[in-house]
């Protein structure tokens, strides 16, 4: 199963980049972000955040704990207002494209958001259900064991310490084609092998033309050829 499943990928992967080479509207999509202010009750978190991305970009926000780095993601996620400013997405600000927008989007938050009393296997599958892509038993199990659940794939998630229900979350990566990864702390609670594997996922969603936001207190390099990672500091 491992082998067809390995198989299966690489021929999707090698699809997905003459696709990325031949689909301009895909690898040209911008992420455009604008005057963005941020306030939580008296105080103002940042104001005049601007950035533009395009394809085969990362940006990596950095800052102190309450700099605004969360409240800045789930702005671009559409689920939190910003104070002043806009956020486009091909040229369209996200709230007139609305789910167009997210069906484009892939967020991963501070908090793993899956279901403690499914297992890991059943989550990664409702996940992917959820988000309308195919995703058969196989390649899932495959996903689950890459991050280093093999052989917890059937057991309850409550019963999953904290890297390891981390490591259930990040799995959808292994198989997330959406353009734009928002990611809040993606290597929190893992050792330094997962963490080397959630980064090449990451810089192979760069080289196929994707683009990525995230948080992280650790340095971590992306390695990916004609990548093009920027740092916007907050706070």
């Not at 005049?48 to 800045?72: A, P």
């Not at 499914?118 to 064991?145: F, H, I």
């Not at 936001?213 to 500091?233: D, F, K, M």
Request: hydrophobic share 40%.
């Amino acid at each position: 199963m491992l082998q067809r499943c390995e198989n299966r990928y690489a021929a999707f992967t090698l699809n997905s980049r003459l696709y990325a080479m031949c689909n301009f509207s895909w690898i040209l999509c911008m992420l455009e972000v604008t005057g963005l202010e941020c306030v939580r009750g008296e105080r103002r978190l940042f104001a005049g955040v601007g950035f533009r991305l395009g394809g085969g970009e990362l940006l990596s926000l950095q800052g102190r704990n309450g700099s605004g780095k969360t409240s800045l993601l789930r702005m671009l996620c559409g689920l939190s207002p910003a104070a002043a400013g806009e956020i486009r997405w091909r040229g369209e600000t996200i709230g007139k494209l609305g789910e167009d927008y997210r069906r484009e989007l892939c967020y991963l938050g501070h908090h793993n958001a899956i279901k403690e009393e499914l297992t890991p296997l059943e989550n990664l599958l409702a996940s992917a259900r959820l988000a309308d892509e195919a995703l058969d038993e196989g390649c899932a199990l495959d996903a689950l064991e890459r991050l280093g659940l093999a052989g917890r794939a059937d057991l309850a998630c409550r019963y999953l310490s904290q890297g390891q229900r981390r490591r259930v979350a990040l799995s959808r990566l292994c198989h997330e084609r959406r353009a734009l990864w928002v990611l809040d702390e993606p290597y929190v609670a893992l050792d330094p092998a997962a963490i080397e594997l959630v980064a090449g996922l990451i810089g192979a969603h760069l080289q196929r033309g994707g683009l990525a936001v995230l948080t992280t207190h650790q340095p971590v390099e992306i390695s990916a050829a004609a990548a093009c990672v920027r740092e916007l500091r907050l706070g």
